[in-house]
């Protein structure tokens, strides 16, 4: 079955940077696009990231825009979010998502158009 496992997340200062990891298992990684979602403390999950099946197109979140870099490698089934100048308002658990669609030519970033999640890895940022 479908095997999403992040790591990388922890506790770091303001304007430090962490990188992400999300390992997947269990189908064809190649032919599905990836997402990094994100759910901080009392609040609604939201998209960060997205990247297609190729690493060809790739989308971010205006908050996280300029400083954040996804990628993914195909022969490691892995995908990445390496984050920059991270803000206290980063804080929240991350997961990683594989989108529904097989080769879906376009980056979606609604949550019910990913079908399998990661169970998150915490990042937190003090001030």
């Known amino acids: 079955q479908v095997q999403l496992v992040e790591s990388g997340g922890g506790l770091v200062q303001a304007g430090g940077s962490l990188r992400l990891s999300c390992a997947a298992s269990?189908?064809?990684?190649?032919?599905?696009?990836m997402g990094w979602f994100r759910q901080p403390p009392g609040k609604e999950r939201e998209f960060v990231s997205g990247?297609?099946?190729?690493?060809?197109?790739?989308a971010y979140a205006n908050s996280v825009k300029g400083r954040s870099t996804i990628s993914r490698d195909n022969t490691k089934n892995t995908v990445y979010l390496q984050m920059d100048s991270l803000k206290p308002e980063d804080t929240a658990v991350y997961f990683c998502?594989?989108?529904?669609?097989?080769?879906?030519?376009?980056?979606?970033?609604?949550?019910?158009?990913?079908?399998?999640w990661g169970q998150g890895t915490q990042v937190t940022v003090s001030s």
């Open positions: 998502a594989r989108d529904s669609v097989p080769f879906r030519p376009a980056i979606t970033t609604g949550r019910t158009d990913f079908d399998s």
């Open positions: 990247i297609s099946w190729s690493g060809g197109t790739i």
């Open positions: 269990g189908y064809t990684f190649s032919i599905y696009a």
